[in-house]
């Protein structure tokens, strides 16, 4: 199936407006408020951070899941409410509650999100105003500003729509993300929140999401860190006026391989933005056993300091790739292993092989990077994407909360 | 006990000589080649790298560990000999034979130890001239000399010297070490060599060592990589003509302690010289069910770059230390831990503290730093050595091979 890609971010698909303000929680006055909201009521699924310590938003919508249907999502950022104890639960409520009232919802069809710093209440009085103040300026244009508003030390706002066409008629799907940092595999300080005009049955979109942020939202890393707040929401209101989707329906497939589409263009937008990157590095791991043990070897090749300084030099230091493949934790033969860089064999079955360190060079300056490890093992692959690692990601995150 | 420090490194104990030189693998001239040499016959024993992946030398110490006792420890630096292949092999014999050659020994009687580059294949011709004008200089006082001549990316060379008092007689223990990056809990690119001239049971003194490996290099990490040729051997001579310990000797417990103050002296040493590093933060998780969860927490907080980047920017950001906690795979109840930085309070039950935060960035600003995190949960501890990542870690990283 062919997407287009269209404009418009989240609120692309029928239905869905949004926008996003200053209401005061970020010192240099950049936006810090968002709220998608729904016309009509919209089946919800989520997926959120599996950390042991869970921040406020992350608890408050469990609730808003097991009630099965939404209408709002309301985003601050400059600050997570994690760990911020029973305050912040009530913090998250009145978000909640406020978002609720001003939209004229009923109780628990607004969800919750924020993102920032870790530990300090939220400032919800300049919320609650500000909430009070974006919800009559909600707008089918919005989707920019609320895809700016979710920000923190992002440098460019992350959104997507496709147009889906179906056995009869046609769907959008849009989607937004914050990420840069705390990126790893497993989620990570990621909010995404995508809404379609799909007509989709709850369970299925409960299976569909799953499936999608495996290779995507669970498959990048920028520095190893998952935090507190991870969030992934879909909204699926039905103003496309197509027929239902549920698992056995003919048009689930189709459904699938968009999500899944936008999930990972999302997804590669977070990596490439990873705080201080400057390219995109694929790493895909092939000839496995099975996938688990590929994509641990991935993981841990993604998340090599070594391996992601060597990317940002330019050096074609295949040492440093096999040498994390082999603290992964899981078996293989090394006297096996091929590593290509790019279409480039720098190692042959264990062996060094003679390469053209020039287009090495060449290979590892281009801003996206394939580093593929050949196990010879069996039919398994797993891909995960990851950035380098410079100067700038100490400077970012030396002196972040001051 | 109380131990004196004293000069000498590895050439401290009795019957032990060693030196150092240039022999051509690195192009700066700086020392590449170091050998230990003990006047008779020691027992020795060893621990190795857990990477998949392991250098060709560490698979041919196998052999000499088999065999039992040793007299020669030969090292280069510049070049790891691994992922070298079947040449690899030839080239850690070829070490091995010419050392024994060379310095009048037995088959087996010498350990071969490299360190560097990880795929190129190790100039032997320029090692072996260099064994053979090295093997007659080794004298009692060049256990500097040997000290220098393994250093990589080190900033400073490594050792250490202790007497030891027994029940009858005295000891001295000796050692030195290099390390800087790679290094990781269960071990890293860390090459550590221990001379004594205690009479030590070959079984004992592989206890012993294993013993004090776990606290000491096994919990320190700077950039979570572990190598492909890491090793601590020791040798024991027993030439202080004391006598035997086993491990049931009355002086067993004191050898224990001396040992594991050694092996504490030098894995600080190699943290403090963490590549890029400008201080160093000790970690301790107390309070736990069980001391490996205590371990595995540590661990993740001493291996999070979040954490270690606002170390460097002396910014007590506790709710990164947190996060990495609720990460680590190991279940706590969050609502239950206090944070301390040095003996500051910052998280008391899960809940933000009030604290000063002047005092925290003077706390932080030193060149050593106190994290605790009490889980209240039991009565086991475990504490993981790390340091800052600062700017020069990216940089010295980035262009390491070329």
Redesign the interface.
């Known amino acids: 199936v062919q997407f287009t890609e269209i404009e418009g971010g989240v609120t692309a698909p029928a239905g869905f407006l949004a926008g996003g303000l200053h209401c005061g929680i970020k010192k240099d006055g950049q936006p810090d408020l968002a709220i998608i909201f729904s016309e009509r009521s919209a089946a919800v699924a989520g997926v959120f951070t ?4 869970k921040a406020a938003p992350v608890l408050y919508n469990q609730h808003v899941l097991k009630h099965g249907s939404a209408r709002a999502i309301v985003v601050n950022s400059g600050n ?1 409410n ?4 029973k305050q912040g639960k009530v913090d998250a409520e009145a978000m909640a509650r406020t978002a609720e009232r001003c939209l004229g919802l009923a109780p628990l069809e607004a969800a919750v999100a924020s993102t920032g ?5 939220l400032p919800i009085d300049k919320i609650m105003k500000g909430i009070e103040k974006l919800a009559p300026m909600v707008s089918r244009d919005g989707g920019e500003q609320a895809a700016r508003a979710i920000m923190t030390t992002d440098t460019f706002p992350k959104k997507v729509a496709i147009r889906v066409p179906l056995s009869r008629g046609e769907i959008v799907i849009g989607g937004m993300a914050k990420g840069a ?2 990126i ?1 595999p ?1 989620l990570a300080t990621m909010l995404v929140f995508i809404t379609t005009d799909a007509n989709v049955e709850r369970e299925c979109l409960h299976h569909t999401l799953r499936a999608a942020v495996e290779p995507s939202f669970n498959s990048i890393t920028v ?6 707040n991870d969030t992934v929401l879909v909204l699926a209101n039905g103003a496309s006026n197509t027929a239902v989707i549920d698992d056995l329906s003919v048009d689930c497939p189709t459904f699938r391989a968009a999500l899944h589409y936008v999930c990972m263009r999302l997804a590669e937008m977070i990596v490439r933005d990873g705080e201080g990157a400057t390219k995109l590095a694929r790493v895909t791991v092939t000839g496995a056993q099975n996938a688990a043990a590929a994509r641990q070897i991935a993981k841990t090749i993604a ?4 391996v992601k ?2 990317i ?2 330019n ?6 790739i ?7 934790g899981v ?2 033969d ?1 006297g096996k292993v091929d590593i290509l860089l790019g279409d480039l064999i720098v ?1 042959k079955e ?3 092989w003679r390469f053209d360190e020039t287009r090495a060079k060449e290979l590892l300056s281009r801003n996206e990077v394939e580093i593929t490890l050949i196990l010879n093992a069996g039919g398994e692959t797993a891909t995960v994407l990851t950035c380098d ?3 700038d ?3 970012i ?6």
């Not at 994690?82 to 104890?85: E, Q, Y």
Request: proline share 3%.
């Open positions: 599996r950390n042991l310590v997570a994690a760990v911020t104890g710093v870790i530990g300090q209440t940092g705390m790893c497993d520095d190893g860190d998952s935090s507190t998340n090599s300091l070594l300084t060597a940002f030099g050096d074609a230091n295949w040492g440093r096999i040498c994390a493949a082999g603290r992964a078996e293989f090394p190692l264990g062996s060094p690692l410079s100067y990601y100490v400077k995150n030396a002196s972040y909360r001051t």
